[in-house]
């Protein structure tokens, strides 16, 4: 079962114009969003997340909405760089369980087109 | 600060082999966690170590077992390896206090290939 579900595999965006990635969950446990960011032979790197509690985070050129109620988040880049070419991956946890298990989606390839 | 990392980078097996993986946690990391990535997907949570004992396992059979050190270095073990292992596998550590969010540093991986 597929908890955290990313439905682009793929997604070309103009440089400076806004990158838009969407990720659905189907857990209601989950109670915290995360978005990895993951270049060719390195591992996932953090990004930028967000608690249930809130419906907004905003880090610099990136901003992760969530709607709790349709379980869906998106991740917003803006304005996209040519360095934000990479594989994105929406991950959830639930604190709950008082470990950090992360169930991820199956990622997003981004590329930004100078 | 050294950042966590793994060892082999990359590494061919048989099936019916076993393989032990290691990794060296973020310094100041006390947990780590393995995952796996096969091709095409996300990384999959195998298993995370605190405090030395497992603290929480992911859908994976007994033969994947893990370790963690006094040092908070870690390795995975996996016995009667199956094609189907191959996969990227992903150490990550972080300092849980009990009240984490899932921040996680991850290493480069270990590129496992059973043929």
């Known amino acids: 079962d597929q908890q955290v579900k990313q439905n682009s595999p793929s997604l070309s965006v103009q440089e400076g114009r806004i990158s838009i990635l969407n990720c659905d969950y189907t857990?209601?446990?989950?109670?915290?969003f995360l978005w990895y960011k993951k270049y060719p032979a390195e591992g996932p790197t953090f990004l930028i997340s967000?608690?249930?509690?809130?419906d907004k985070n905003e880090d610099g050129r990136f901003t992760v909405f969530l709607n709790k109620s349709a379980k869906h988040l998106s991740l917003h880049i803006v304005p996209s760089q040519p360095g934000d070419s990479a594989v994105y991956f929406c991950?959830?946890?639930?604190?709950?369980?008082?470990?950090?298990?992360?169930?991820f989606g199956t990622g997003t390839r981004l590329t930004i087109i100078p | 600060e050294t950042g966590v990392t793994q060892s082999p980078t990359h590494l061919i097996k048989t099936r019916g082999q076993q393989v032990t993986l290691r990794c060296s946690s973020q310094?100041?990391?006390?947990?780590v966690s393995w995952y796996q990535q096969a091709l095409g997907q996300g990384p999959q949570f195998i298993f995370q170590?605190?405090?030395?004992?497992?603290?929480g396992r992911g859908n994976f059979p007994p033969r994947f077992s893990g370790l963690q050190f006094p040092n908070y270095s870690s390795e995975l073990n996996v016995n009667a390896l199956e094609l189907d292992d191959s996969a990227l596998y992903l150490c990550?550590?972080?300092?849980?206090?009990?009240?984490?969010?899932?921040?996680?540093?991850f290493g480069e991986g270990s590129r496992l290939t059973v043929l």
């Open positions: 990550a550590s972080s300092l849980f206090s009990g009240s984490n969010t899932g921040e996680l540093f």
């Open positions: 857990n209601s446990m989950f109670d915290y």
């Open positions: 967000i608690s249930s509690i809130k």
């Open positions: 991950a959830a946890s639930a604190l709950g369980f008082g470990n950090e298990k992360l169930t």
């Open positions: 310094s100041g990391h006390n947990t």
């Open positions: 170590y605190y405090r030395e004992e497992e603290n």
